[in-house]
């Protein structure tokens, strides 16, 4: 399970070590739509790699100035934009 990169092993706690913020920060991003922690039996959010690596994109875009909402928007795009250049190949390859 832990080579996952979807598998919630991180904690709130930990995820914001991990990311060097604050767990207001990741609150934050859960209600601007860029990430959606799985919850725990006893509710709390728990977080995967990939998660994290998009928490970390986000808090390093807002460390250089970029507003949160602009920041989410940009990954969100490039995100989309990745997803279609693999599909693009994988179409060319076929």
Excluded: W
């Excluded at 795009?77 to 390859?93: F, I, K, T, V």
């Amino acid at each position: 399970m832990l080579d996952d990169e979807d598998y919630p092993a991180y904690t709130m706690g930990r995820a914001a070590e991990i990311i060097g913020c604050s767990p207001e920060f990741l609150r934050r991003l859960g209600e601007a739509k860029l990430i959606d922690p799985h919850r725990s039996g006893g509710g709390h959010r728990r977080y995967s790699r990939y998660q994290i690596r998009l928490a970390a994109r986000a808090r390093e875009m807002c460390d250089h100035g970029t507003d949160m909402a602009s920041a989410v928007r940009i990954i969100i795009l490039e995100d989309q934009l990745e997803e279609a250049l693999r599909h693009n190949q994988s179409d060319q390859a076929h």
